[in-house]
């Protein structure tokens, strides 16, 4: 019998720490061809808002479903997230429907996971300071995600509304602190790699920018957020906006000479203006493009000195959520959580 999930149902079972794990998996499997997979199906829904189809088959661990995700900004003036998702999972030995998803944390905590991944693949390992564009949903998940694999010191946030930036700095102190009381409880799960850090709002994206190790693009801007001399050499930048054609969050001349690394070669040639936009302008061909991630994740030679800049570019794949479903169904079906649904 199929099973509904609500996003309660969905925390309750996966940790982020579950998920960069998962996510690395994911994305091996994907780069070994283990993933069938089309590019995702956009429907401009209008006013800049689009409604997406990602469906997923994975070969190991056998997984078949379909995320349906919705991209309104304006959600924010009516109160509701800008990104909203359901996921579908079905019997991959029968194609019988097995499971309905709540995706929007999934959503929001496999991109951070991954982002995570990228750091472990790609940043210097002595990465301390980061820098976090964007104060929404994405920066916080960034925040919790990345501090589980960096004992980071300094963290700088920057975007474009002082109060959104100064409300994410104050969650953010209040959290850690909060950790901090509670880090020898058994209840807390797996320690971060950074028990505490300071964290600081910035009146420019350049303050932030300056002297950081990691870099994390999570804006809804169209056009680039950062100036390539703003860089410094070893840094590491993780765009995760800017999933369109015709948008792009880093300025093209810091694209073209930092190592370049995506998610997936096929969805970047195609979705993602930092690539698209810099093909078409000729400052680089498609060959730019070093790796994917998950051939990284399987050995694949990424960062080669301490003072190159990588840059990972993440559009999100159908095989990350269905795999984050799919474990997700699989432990709340172990301890019986869930509704069972009857069509």
């Known amino acids: ?28 499997q994907f780069s070994a061809g283990a993933v069938r997979q089309p590019l995702r199906n956009i429907v401009d ?49 029968t194609g019988a429907l097995s499971a309905i998803i709540d995706g929007r944390y999934i959503t929001e905590a496999r991109t951070a996971a991954v982002s995570a991944a990228s750091t472990k693949h790609l940043a210097r390992k002595d990465a301390r300071v980061l820098a976090v564009l964007g104060s929404g949903v994405q920066a916080r998940s960034h925040l919790d995600a990345l501090s589980r694999v960096h004992a980071l010191k300094q963290v700088s946030v920057w975007s474009p509304s002082k ?73 590491h930048v993780i765009c995760v906006g800017a999933c369109r054609p015709t948008q792009r969050e880093i300025d093209p001349e810091l694209t073209a000479r930092a190592r370049l690394f995506v998610d997936s070669r096929a969805a970047a040639l195609v979705e993602s203006g930092d690539v698209v936009m810099g093909i078409q302008e ?19 030679t990424g960062r080669r000195s301490d003072t190159e800049i990588t840059i990972f ?20 079906l172990e301890r019986g959580i869930g509704v069972d649904l009857t069509l």
Not at 63 to 71: E, I, P
Not at 164 to 169: G, P, Q, S, W, Y
Not at 282 to 300: K, P, Q, S, T, W
């Open 163 to 235: 109060q959104h930036r100064d409300e994410l700095v104050e969650e953010t102190r209040t959290a850690l602190a909060a950790g901090s009381a509670a880090a020898d409880s058994a209840a807390t799960g797996p320690r971060a790699a950074s028990d505490s850090y300071a964290i600081s709002a910035v009146d420019h994206a350049g303050e932030a920018v300056v002297g950081a190790d990691v870099i994390v693009l999570v804006t809804s801007s169209p056009v680039p957020v950062i100036e390539s001399g703003w860089v410094k050499p070893g840094a």
């Open 282 to 300: 000729g400052r680089f061909g498609a060959d730019h493009i070093v790796a994917e991630l998950g051939e990284l994740v399987n050995g694949a």
């Open 45 to 93: 829904a209008g006013g800049g808002a689009f409604y997406g189809v990602m469906p997923a088959f994975i070969a190991r661990p056998a997984a078949l479903g379909t995320k349906l995700v919705s991209v309104y900004h304006a959600n924010a003036e009516r109160g509701l997230p800008s990104h909203l998702a359901t996921i579908v999972l079905h019997d991959p030995e």
């Open 1 to 28: 019998m199929p099973v509904l999930l609500s996003e309660k149902d969905v925390r309750a079972v996966l940790s982020m720490d579950d998920l960069i794990g998962a996510m690395e998996i994911a994305l091996d």
């Open 313 to 332: 570019k993440s559009l999100g794949m159908a095989v990350e959520d269905v795999t984050a479903a799919d474990l997700a169904c699989r432990r709340t």
